[in-house]
T-cell receptor
Framework: KAGVTQTPRYLIKTRGQQVTLSCSPISGHRSVSWYQQTPGQGLQFLFEYFSETQRNKGNFPGRFSGRQFSNSRSEMNVSTLELGDSALYLC????????????FGPGTRLTVL | GQQVMQIPQYQHVQEGEDFTTYCNSSTTLSNIQWYKQRPGGHPVFLIQLVKSGEVKKQKRLTFQFGEAKKNSSLHITATQTTDVGTYFCAGHYGGSQGNLIFGKGTKLSVKP
């Protein structure tokens, strides 16, 4: 099976812009989670989607949003970008809602100038 | 809020030495997972511990879950250069089906 894919891999934006990141989970996986990784804060949970519904949400401002499509692909959107949003954004999928392992994608490296 | 503390932040060892990283939660965990992230890579799942006092081994790696399900450790015996990377623990709390709380990680470097 192909792994989790994320596009784009690298992105450079300026403050105030918005960005959309895409994640395709492993075939058959219905749960997709998003994480932000920075050197200072580490891996922080953004949100999880299961069958097109947001199941959990982390402590991030409303500028961060996401959605999941019927084919389980997911997108996350960040509006009004700030310098502090520069990070590696990781997507992870798992087969269902059981607390089992998460399969991470390679991430999207976002730089905000 | 819920938080998983992980120490040490960095560990430098000589090849062949042992390595241990520790995770601690102030509240009881439902389960704990361990991940490894190689430099420039993404986290890769290593193991999940669910039962109180559970101990699991994977070759040179030994994982433990505390009796109170509030702490966990990963011990690597006789480190090799291939062990280089950052090791993260991630805890699930009761009622949270998908929200993993990650520790800050321990970055391991191995000198040959």
């Amino acid at each position: 099976k192909a792994g989790v894919t994320q596009t784009p891999r690298y992105l450079i934006k300026t403050r105030g812009q918005q960005v959309t990141l895409s994640c395709s989970p492993i075939s058959g996986h219905r749960s997709v989670s998003w994480y932000q990784q920075t050197p200072g804060q580490g891996l922080q949970f953004l949100f999880e989607y299961f069958s097109e519904t947001q199941r959990n949400k982390g402590n991030f401002p409303g500028r961060f949003s996401g959605r999941q499509f019927s084919n389980s692909r997911s997108e996350m959107n960040v509006s009004t970008l700030e310098l502090g949003d520069s990070a590696l954004y990781l997507c992870a999928s798992r087969p269902g809602q059981v607390r089992n392992e998460q399969f991470f994608g390679p991430g999207t490296r976002l730089t905000v100038l | 809020g819920q938080q998983v503390m992980q120490i040490p932040q960095y560990q430098h060892v000589q090849e062949g030495e042992d390595f241990t990283t520790y995770c601690n939660s102030s509240t009881t965990l439902s389960n704990i997972q361990w991940y490894k992230q190689r430099p420039g890579g993404h986290p890769v799942f290593l193991i999940q511990l669910v039962k109180s006092g559970e101990v699991k081994k994977q070759k040179r790696l030994t994982f433990q879950f505390g009796e109170a399900k509030k702490n966990s450790s990963l011990h690597i015996t006789a480190t090799q250069t291939t062990d280089v990377g950052t090791y993260f623990c991630a805890g699930h709390y009761g009622g949270s089906q998908g929200n993993l709380i990650f520790g800050k990680g321990t970055k391991l470097s191995v000198k040959p």
